[in-house]
C-alpha cells in the first residue's frame, strides 16, 4: 500500500481541525403578539395570550378569503359577535358560559392569524386539524368553557350557517341560488342584520379591524366579567 501522498495528507489534517457542522435550528412554531406574548402554534397553552390579543388578531382576521363587496372584508371578530346575537336570540335565559362558547367558536383563527375556507380544509391534511383542536383547547381552558354537547352543537352549527348564509349575500355578494346550491347552505340568509340593532351603523357594512377589536373585546370582558367562577 503507497503512503499518502503530501496532498493528501494536508485534505486529511484539514478536515480534521474543521468544527462539526452545526445543526439546522428547529423551525420557529411561535409568533410575536401585540402584547409581547409568545405563543407557541404547535404547543399553545392558556397564559400566551392576552384577551387584548386575541381580539386584534379577530379583528384583522377575515371572513370569505378576504373578499366583500363592500370597501372592507369582514373580520372573524364581527362574524363572532353576530352568531352571538342569533344565538341570544334563541335562547332563553342568561348564561354567560354558553355566551362565551359561542363569541369564541372560532378564537383559534384569531390566534393562527387565518380563517380557512371550507373548501380548502380538507386538503391541509390531519396535521392542520390537530393544530387548530389544540388552539382551541387552550382557548377553552383559559375561558373555563365546557365543551358542546350534541344538542349545543347542532344549534351552534345552524346560526353559524345562518350567520354565513346572510354573509354570503350582503357581504360577499353571492346570490340566494348560489347559497344553496353552490355553498350548499340549507338556511335563507337573514333579511335584517342583527348587529345594527345592538351597535348602530348601516346593516352588513364590516367594521373596521380597530372598531372590531373594541367591540369584541368588550364583549369579552362584559361576559368574563359576569361568568361564575
Keep these: ?26 423551525a420557529r412554531a411561535w409568533v410575536r403578539l401585540p402584547s409581547g406574548k409568545r405563543l407557541d402554534l404547535l404547543n399553545p397553552t392558556p397564559l400566551d395570550w392576552e384577551d387584548a390579543d386575541l381580539a386584534i388578531g379577530l379583528a384583522r382576521t377575515y371572513r370569505w378569503g378576504g373578499h366583500s363587496a363592500w370597501p372592507l372584508p369582514m373580520s372573524v ?45 380538507p386538503f391541509l391534511g390531519a396535521g392542520f386539524q390537530k393544530l ?16 358542546w354537547t350534541t344538542e349545543q352543537k347542532r344549534k351552534h352549527k345552524k346560526m353559524d350557517r345562518i350567520a354565513a348564509a346572510s354573509e354570503a349575500v350582503h357581504v360577499a355578494g353571492w346570490t340566494k341560488s ?46 368574563l366579567s359576569r361568568a361564575p367562577a
Design 178 to 223: 348560489e347559497v344553496r346550491h353552490t355553498l350548499r347552505i340549507p338556511y335563507e340568509s337573514l333579511a335584517f342584520d342583527p348587529l345594527t340593532q345592538i351597535y348602530g351603523g348601516t346593516p352588513w357594512e364590516p367594521w373596521p379591524p380597530g372598531l372590531a377589536a373594541d367591540r369584541f373585546l368588550a364583549e369579552l370582558s362584559q361576559l
Design 77 to 121: 371578530a364581527q362574524h363572532s359577535l353576530l352568531v352571538l346575537a342569533l344565538h341570544r336570540l334563541e335562547q332563553t335565559g342568561s348564561d354567560p358560559r354558553a355566551d362565551l362558547r359561542e363569541l369564541l367558536h372560532d378564537a383559534d383563527e384569531g390566534l393562527l392569524g387565518f380563517d380557512c375556507i371550507s373548501v380548502v380544509k
Design 1 to 26: 500500500m503507497n503512503p499518502p501522498s503530501p496532498s493528501q495528507r494536508s485534505r486529511t489534517a484539514a478536515a480534521r481541525k474543521a468544527p462539526a457542522p452545526e445543526r439546522a435550528p428547529a
Design 132 to 147: 387548530t383542536a389544540e388552539l382551541q383547547n387552550a382557548i377553552f381552558l383559559r375561558y373555563g368553557i365546557s365543551d
